[in-house]
């Protein structure tokens, strides 16, 4: 135990032990989380090793161009994870302005990785390979990826479950750094992308209703910041780093198994 | 706040200072040139479980990296280390129960 005591005095204002894992509390807590959330996507990254496993003739519709996205959007998760280390250390060191340009450098190469993920997501499905839940896109779908979605369903399905949850957690991530970086200057913000993305995208999409998940998150932000006004402090923007660092973490599993494992070579 | 948390708090930033810069960028270049094997292995015609042997190495000294030092966790205390990887692996582990059920699948006929 002699590694976790805190050397100092105030130890001794307080009626509790130091704590068994050496660090503060809030932090304890997100590592917990992101232990419980990394058994979520292990649990779905196997049943996507199973519906692979089990199924002879797994599609491999990966063209270059979906790799070379794929490729691209893993360099942009990876540079924010810089980018949001950069931004944990500008906090420590209390230079507020570096702390928010990092954060805002981490919430752009976010958004990115979201909107190519969109687009390849968005031209799969105009291409045929959908699920039932989705609306029809308008046009003639190729006879190769609708017969894939017909004769190998468990691929759409642990596909757009995988990189969905996945595309969820990032989008989740950009609004919590957005919060810690702006705090209420962002709801308006948020309301705007809302707008954008809700307008921007057309009715047989899947985002042009998913886009409303940014209006639910404005209206939570609200009731959140409106409870609990406060200024965040270094270790808030650390607790944030650690759950962007295991979205990112999570991608270099899903990028090999989803993707490269799945590469049309012609 | 408890004066215990706020210390706890200061102990923590003054090993972030401690950290060279330097280290989170060569973390980063090694993260993107190990992507680039990876990609560059995806169109090598490897047969699959050779090919899924390399590439899931890859991926876990990649995953390896970003805990150790974008999440911190090399600079953690022992108990944290332990109690935490340890608990996760076996959890992860546990899950290949299902495995040897997929293999069955494929090698079911018609009754």
Known sequence: ?266 | MDAVQLAIEEQVFEQHRHHSKSTFFWVWGALLVMTGIEVFLAYQNMEPIRMLSILMGLSIIKAALIIAYFMHMKFEVSTMKWLTMASLVFCLAMMVVFLPDAFRILHLGVR
């Open chain 1, 1 to 266: 135990m002699a590694d976790v005591a805190v050397p100092h005095a105030a130890a001794g204002a307080s009626p509790y032990e130091p704590s068994l894992f050496g660090t503060y509390s809030k932090k304890i807590g997100m590592w917990l989380f992101l232990l419980s959330d990394s058994l979520t996507f292990g649990a779905l990254l196997w049943a996507y090793t199973y519906g692979r496993v089990s199924t002879p003739n797994w599609p491999t519709p990966f063209h270059s161009e979906s790799i070379r996205n794929a490729t691209l959007m893993t360099a942009f998760l990876l540079t924010s994870s810089l980018t949001m280390v950069l931004a944990v250390r500008a906090a420590v060191d209390g230079r507020t302005k570096a702390l928010r340009m990092w954060l805002l450098a981490t919430m752009a190469c976010g958004t990115a990785f979201i909107i190519l993920h969109g687009r390849e997501w968005s031209n799969l499905i105009a291409e045929g390979l959908t699920l039932p839940m989705f609306p029809t896109p308008p046009g003639h779908p190729s006879a190769e990826f609708a017969d894939v979605a017909k004769s190998v369903p468990q691929f759409p399905a642990t596909f757009f479950g995988l990189t969905g949850m996945h595309m969820l957690h990032v989008t989740i991530g950009v609004i919590y750094l957005g919060v810690v970086a702006l705090r209420k200057k962002f709801i308006p913000i948020l309301l705007g992308l809302w707008l954008v993305a809700w307008l921007a995208t057309p009715a047989y999409s899947p985002f042009h209703y998913g886009a409303h998940f940014l209006l639910l998150a404005a209206i939570a932000i609200s009731i959140i910041l409106w409870l609990k006004p406060k200024v965040y402090d270094p270790s808030d923007v650390e607790v944030a780093g650690l759950y962007w660092h295991f979205v990112d973490l999570v991608w270099m599993f899903i990028f090999p198994l989803v993707y490269l494992m799945s590469t049309r070579i012609v």
